[in-house]
């Protein structure tokens, strides 16, 4: 019976319905915290985040190459500046500028709760990159394997995966630049499949974050 509630625990469909249940959970809180459900959800991702880095010790504590953390730091500006140069290209064409509500809500909550940057740069991204990059596609690619009576290292069936995963990943931000997000993602779950570790998508997502808030605070 251990053993079985050991590999639950371990499984992605824990990893997927704990994110969501945290969700929901700071959601239904609001009427009592009011406006610091932002910092409830950030403590309640955080006791997840340590939660998963426990059971899955081996592999996200193990000793990493210094090449692959460098990729990942290098790959993570990459996404940035390729985001940036999008941006800019869409501005230019269309003459308009949305600017990203998400975003925007980021950079509030951290100018109101200063310790929110922790929950931006290392919470968020190491959380999402567990459960969306590596669980939910993992969860996706295999419903879709057996749907199409295929099988779940098809290239094609990955791809399908890969773009639900980002579609569900840019809906729940709740922003009005959802293909930014869907890009995003796409992105991340390229170096994850390609790097076959974890931890260089998370280095990449953590890097971009970082770089993103830098440029909106301080320019």
Aim: charged share 15%; with cysteine.
């Amino acid at each position: 019976m251990k053993h079985k509630t050991y590999l639950f625990l371990r499984s992605d469909g824990f990893t997927v319905i704990s994110y969501f249940f945290c969700l929901l959970l700071a959601t239904s809180l609001v009427p009592v915290v009011g406006s610091k459900v932002a910092l409830v959800q950030e403590l309640l991702l955080l006791g997840l985040l340590l939660v998963l880095i426990f059971l899955h010790r081996s592999t996200l504590l193990r000793k990493m190459d210094r090449k692959l953390v460098l990729k990942g730091f290098l790959w993570g500006l990459a996404s940035l500046i390729v985001e940036g140069l999008i941006i800019i290209s869409i501005i230019l064409i269309t003459k308009v500028s949305i600017p990203s509500q998400n975003t925007s809500g980021v950079v509030t909550a951290i100018k109101k709760y200063p310790l929110f940057i922790a929950y931006t740069i290392l919470i968020a991204p190491m959380v999402e990159e567990l459960v969306f990059r590596d669980s939910f596609f993992t969860i996706c690619s295999k419903y879709l394997a057996r749907l199409l009576k295929g099988k779940n290292k098809n290239i094609w069936i990955n791809i399908l995966a890969a773009v639900i995963t980002a579609l569900i990943f840019a809906g729940l931000h709740a922003d009005n630049s959802v293909w930014e997000y869907v890009l995003v993602s796409l992105f991340f779950q390229w170096l994850f499949y390609h790097y076959k570790d974890i931890r260089v998508s998370m280095i990449a997502h953590i890097t971009f974050n970082l770089s993103t808030l830098s440029l909106l605070l301080f320019f």
